[in-house]
């Protein structure tokens, strides 16, 4: 038997007879019309519908009590992020450092502002001038040099931004430390057999690339965050949620006002995506061999194509 | 020569399991010296050890006459602290089976980051440094790469031009080319044979017996966590004394 096989003789057809049919899918067909049917209603149904009174909705969209309210849910949510974010990186440090004091100390931190629901917690730091009446500076269990009345440094914003910074650094600190453990043992080999500091190894080798691991989840805490801020109406404070509940209950119209909310919800949390795109890409250098295009990059190329055609 | 590395009767034991039982080795100044050994014997450890990576239980070693994570005291060895045993680390250079690179930065960053960060030259300094050593590895038109961008061998090469980066007195070698396809393993040996040429003081641990033939003072050979023969390479790679030598040749060799 031979082991070299004789090709099989092709018939010899000039290849310009030879046209490409792609293969037909009717079933993709045939779904996409009925979601674009079912869409449509729905658009029809928003336009249409008088109960979305829209006329309201554009009214109040860019009031101005609504727009300040607007402020205090953004200042909530970049504060809270900034110090949720600080304490999430302390309490990872903590957790993975090499004393079984401040790791029981971080594991226990985190046990408890994970276990206590965020709107329960804000109530006692908005009553925590009923604990204590007044808060001291000086040497622990000795005299104290300054007096300061609790409910004068913990005002309502300030118990509400305590909350959400407390609650957000428990979830932080598991983020961060899933970024840290994500970062090979090689790395921090390398850099200690190169005599790179402590602190200039986790700062400049193993934060960057933790970083990777850390954003997609860092960016669903964040936005988590800002929804999360319409909690804090319980204290009264004028967030957006609370504004539009002050106005509906003084107008009545309490779809309208709802839509008004949750559309700048939606463009907030569209901003935050978008922004997520970017600094994710940017912390993609050297992990891909060639960074994926940007939607403004693709669309440039689809135009160019699009217009040599 | 004066003895560039000494280790005195180095132990070393991971829970109870000791790989390493009393090690001497004796390394003179500007020698290249080639350990050998099956894998398991203790290889890694020992030149882990050498830079305080891994601390050994009982023995000292020292290098360029300076004891390493350790001072001694008396008749006590107290142990150093980390910011001393890091600056101890910059004066020897390592290179990773695995190489190690930093993913995050460029060739010419990963070269010029252990100089900047040791505050040892300037940052325009050391990036300028970095394009030199880069050259001297046959990579000059690769400093803007990312690691990954590069074959394993220029990973390689670039790793031992960041470890040439703090101008070290030493340089350890844990199997440089043993990740790398068998066409790749030349370049890397050639950077090898050209550091030797300069003089430079090296420990390499490799299977490659025709470079250890070609380049070593002195071949190594470790069992099981002790050093069972040493001497020149045609002493111990053409005549070696022990059985477990001859086994261990006949296997690599073939
Ligand atoms: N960190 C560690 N913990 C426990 N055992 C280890 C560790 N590192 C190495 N060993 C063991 O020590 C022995 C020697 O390892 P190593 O020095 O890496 O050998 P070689 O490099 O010669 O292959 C092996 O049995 C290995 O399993
Ligand atoms: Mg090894």
């Known amino acids: 038997m031979s082991l070299v096989s004789t090709p099989t003789p092709i018939t010899p057809t000039p290849p310009a007879t030879l046209t490409v049919v792609p293969a037909r899918h009717p079933g993709r067909w045939i779904a996409s019309a009925v979601v674009l049917v079912l869409a449509a209603q729905f658009a029809h149904g928003l336009a249409t519908n008088p109960g979305w009174d829209w006329p309201t909705f554009t009214g109040y969209f860019f009031e101005r009590s609504v727009l300040r309210a607007l402020a205090v849910t953004l200042e909530l949510t970049l504060a809270g992020a900034v110090l949720g974010f ?73 118990a509400a931004l305590l909350g959400l910074a407390l609650h957000e650094a428990a979830y932080a600190g598991e983020i961060v430390r899933a970024g840290l453990l994500s970062v090979d043992q090689g790395q921090l080999e390398a850099a200690a057999a190169l005599g790179i500091p402590r602190p200039r190894q986790f700062r400049r080798i193993v934060l960057p690339q933790a970083m990777r691991a850390i954003l997609p989840s860092a960016a669903n ?8 801020t319409s909690v804090v109406y319980v204290l009264a404070i ?72 | 020569m004066t003895a560039m590395v000494e280790i005195r009767d180095v132990h070393k034991s991971f829970g109870a399991h000791e790989v390493l039982h009393g090690v001497d080795l004796t390394v003179p100044g500007g020698s290249v010296t080639v350990v050998l050994g099956p894998s398991g014997s203790g290889k890694s450890t020992l030149l882990r050890a050498i830079n305080h990576l891994e601390k050994v239980d009982r023995g000292t070693i020292t290098v360029d ?22 600056r101890q680390r910059a004066r020897i250079g390592f290179v990773f089976q695995s190489f190690n690179l930093f993913p995050h930065l460029t060739a010419l960053d990963n070269v010029a980051e252990a100089p900047v960060a040791t505050g040892r030259r300037g940052r325009a300094d050391a990036r300028a440094y970095a394009r030199t050593l880069l050259g001297r590895v ?117």
């Open chain 2, 65 to 86: 006459g300076e004891l390493i994570g350790y001072r001694r005291v008396g008749d006590r060895l107290n142990e150093l602290g980390e910011r001393h045993i890091l």
């Open chain 1, 221 to 228: 805490e964040l936005i988590n965050l800002l929804k999360s």
């Open chain 1, 86 to 158: 600080l304490g999430g990186v302390l309490l990872a440090a903590m957790r993975m450092s090499r004393s079984p004091i401040l790791q029981a100390l971080s594991w226990t931190y985190v046990w408890v502002f994970r276990s206590v629901p965020l709107i329960v917690q804000l109530l006692f730091w908005a009553n925590l001038g009923y604990l204590y009446d007044t808060l001291q500076i000086g040497v622990p269990f000795g005299p104290g040099f300054h007096e300061l009345s609790t409910a004068r440094l913990v005002g309502p914003f300030g």
């Open chain 1, 238 to 309: 004028g967030e957006l949620f609370y504004q539009v509940q002050v106005v509906y209950g003084r107008n009545g119209r309490v779809v309208p006002l709802l839509m008004v909310a949750t559309v700048w919800y939606v463009l907030l949390t569209a901003l935050l995506s978008i922004l997520q795109f970017y600094v994710e890409r940017r912390f993609a250098r050297g992990a891909l061999r060639t960074l994926p295009p940007t939607p403004v990059q693709r669309l440039r190329t689809a135009l160019s194509r699009g217009a040599a055609r």
């Open chain 2, 138 to 254: 046959g990579l000059a038109d690769r400093a803007d790469a990312y690691p990954r961008q590069l074959s394993g061998g220029q990973q390689q090469r670039v790793a031992i031009a960041r470890a040439l980066a703090l101008d070290p007195a030493l340089i350890l070698f844990d199997e440089p080319t043993s990740a790398l396809d068998p066409e790749l393993v030349g370049e890397v040996l050639d950077v090898l044979r050209a550091l030797a040429a300069a003089g430079t003081t090296m420990i390499v641990v490799t299977h490659e017996i025709g470079f250890a033939r070609e380049v070593a003072d002195t071949v190594v050979f470790l069992d099981a966590g002790r050093i069972v023969e040493q001497g020149p390479p045609e002493q111990v790679l053409d005549h070696p004394r022990h059985e477990r030598t001859k086994a261990f040749l006949s296997k690599v060799l073939t």
